[in-house]
């Protein structure tokens, strides 16, 4: 599990404890989506693409999932952040935010989005972006 997170933008954070769904997603070669509240997943999913896997997290248990912690173990596209975007969401984490995909997000000022660190040389970063894509753009 990633030891430090880097918030793209939005509030501060709480005390939410990103790890335990970060293992949950990151156990997947699959893409996979899960949907955390209150420490406990609602939905876990596996699917050829990000979105798909978020719908299926998020359809598990919809009514639990409102106001939760989305995490992706794929970088988050546009097409991913346009469905986030129809639902509540305190939290989104994933590997890589999609340009177009940080320019969605960023209209749901109450949304945190954060990606997990990566060492470069002696500090931190955010973990590359996804590339542009023809879901991205």
């Known amino acids: 599990s990633p030891r430090r997170m880097i918030r793209l933008h939005?509030?501060?954070?709480?005390?939410?404890?990103?790890?335990?769904?970060?293992?949950?997603?990151?156990?997947f070669r699959e893409t996979a989506a899960c949907v955390v509240k209150h420490t406990n997943p609602c939905g876990v999913a596996l699917a050829r693409m990000p979105v798909a896997a978020y719908r299926g997290a998020f359809n598990a248990d919809s009514q639990?999932?409102?106001?939760g912690v989305v995490g992706l173990n794929r970088p988050c596209d546009a097409?991913?952040?346009?469905?986030?975007?129809?639902?509540?969401t305190e939290v989104l984490v994933a590997p890589g935010i999609a340009p177009a995909a940080r320019r969605l997000l960023a209209k749901r000022p109450n949304l945190r989005v954060v990606v997990p660190a990566?060492?470069?040389g002696a500090g931190l970063a955010p973990a590359p972006s996804l590339a542009a894509s023809p879901s991205s753009r």
Do not use: K
């Not at 639990?64 to 106001?67: E, I, K, T, V």
């Not at 097409?79 to 509540?88: D, G, L, Q, V």
């Open 118 to 120: 990566v060492r470069v």
């Open 10 to 27: 939005s509030p501060p954070l709480s005390s939410v404890r990103f790890s335990m769904f970060w293992r949950v997603v990151s156990a």
């Open 64 to 67: 639990s999932a409102f106001g």
């Open 79 to 88: 097409a991913t952040a346009r469905e986030i975007s129809t639902h509540f």
